[in-house]
């Protein structure tokens, strides 16, 4: 009889207290233990071979757990190790700007899964890791040694689109609604007046994918055109919308403000196509600048005034509309006409001198009647 010490051990030399150990002879267990069993066993020369079998974690490549059977011979006291030849993979997904993944599933091919990351313990080889993300899966093959830890990173080839509209005329982000396209046509983010969006710069194979950014406003439809990006870019996408403003109001024959005496204002594409109308002036309006546009004011018992107009794409103009026979004055809130005025005039004074004869008359009447009455009788 002889002391025998039969350990299990990794392939970092590590004690595996957590990786059963059995002892058999003759196909019968005859001692067990987790890592380590220390026992007396027969000499071999007398007893014959003794049967060590260690049920390890490991996973080989074909994803089967390894279990060591091993023969020992006994020929004194002895410390047996069982030393099995394994290491480790760590694997994990990452986008182009080095954030994890963590949505993404990622595999150790018949070994072992996860969802951003997976860690798995393998016996010594050659193996494949993928993840998939955004539609596409990637691999790679690593090779991993006896007490090797393998760090596997797979890198997405992503990249970064911020885009936004403008509205040219005020300078400022439209609140319009702008979508960034992907490759297959459909939207793949949506905002209002910006949007933004983490999107793959290269298929899996290597070949770039295009985007657009289009931008839906008043004005009609605008895009970016297509373009592409590189892995890691942050791109920047401005939509201008060639706006101009139309501040307008009305004046009479002489440049006079009217304004207050403006029924409807209606501004007309150039094709004659009504744009915007407005029942009050003065009024401001956005229009598209490069486009002539025809303003037609009417005021004062349906006088009607017109001007025609083709503003720069970023301007404000204003638009004074001059309102043909609105000329006049206002007295006591009521706006009297210049026409309409002489003629007031005219009659005043033709009724003034009406008066003035009939009072000359009348005058001549008395006299001649006071004469007759003071005249001595005949």
């Given amino acids: 009889m002889a002391p025998v010490t039969v350990q299990a051990q990794d392939g970092f030399g590590k004690l595996r207290t957590d990786w059963p150990v059995t002892i058999a002879y003759n196909n019968a267990t005859i001692a067990s233990g987790n890592g380590v ?4 066993l027969p000499l071999s020369e007398y007893a014959g071979q003794y049967t060590v079998t260690v049920a390890t974690t490991v996973k080989s490549q074909t994803g089967a757990t390894v279990v060591n059977t091993t023969s020992l011979s006994v020929s004194g006291p002895t410390t047996y190790v069982v030393s099995v030849p394994s290491g480790v993979i760590s694997a994990s997904v990452v986008d182009a700007f080095g954030s994890a993944l963590s ?11 996860g969802t951003g990351t997976v860690t798995a313990e393998v016996l010594a080889g050659t193996y494949t890791v993928s993840a998939q993300a955004f539609g596409y899966t990637w691999s790679k093959t690593v090779s991993v040694a006896r007490g090797q830890t393998a760090t596997v990173q797979i890198v997405i080839p992503t990249a970064k689109i911020s885009a936004s509209v403008v509205d040219q005329a005020k300078g400022t982000t439209g609140a319009w609604p ?29 070949a770039p994918l295009q985007y657009n950014v289009v931008a839906n406003t008043p004005f009609g439809t605008y895009s970016t ?13 401005t939509i201008t919308v060639p706006t101009a403003i139309l501040q307008i109001s009305a004046v009479d024959d002489n440049g006079y403000p009217i304004n207050n005496l403006v029924s409807q204002v ?26 002539q546009y ?54 005043v004074i033709v009724i003034v001198i009406i008066v003035a ?19 001595p009788p005949k």
Avoid: C
């Fill in 266 to 291: 209606d501004v007309y594409f150039a094709n004659g196509t009504l744009y915007r109308s407005f029942s009050s002036a003065p009024v401001e309006v956005e229009v598209l600048g490069g486009q």
């Fill in 357 to 375: 004869i009939l009072l000359m008359e009348y005058s001549n009447w008395r006299r001649r009647r006071l004469m007759q009455i003071l005249a």
């Fill in 37 to 40: 069993v220390t026992l007396y």
């Fill in 225 to 237: 055109g297509a373009f592409t990006l590189t892995p890691g870019q942050t791109a920047t996408k």
């Fill in 178 to 206: 702008i979508e960034i396209i992907g490759p297959n046509g459909a939207a793949i983010a949506a905002g209002t007046g910006t949007v933004e969006a983490e999107v793959l710069a290269q298929d899996n194979t290597g």
């Fill in 294 to 347: 025809t303003i037609k004011v009417t005021a004062q018992q349906n006088h009607v005034g017109t001007a025609q107009i083709t503003p720069a794409a970023g301007q404000t103009v204003a638009v004074r509309v001059t309102v043909p026979g609105t000329a006049g004055i206002t007295i006591g809130g009521v706006r009297i006409p210049i026409p309409e005025l002489v003629l007031w005039i005219v009659l």
């Fill in 103 to 113: 949505s993404s599933p990622v595999q150790i091919a018949n070994v072992a899964s």
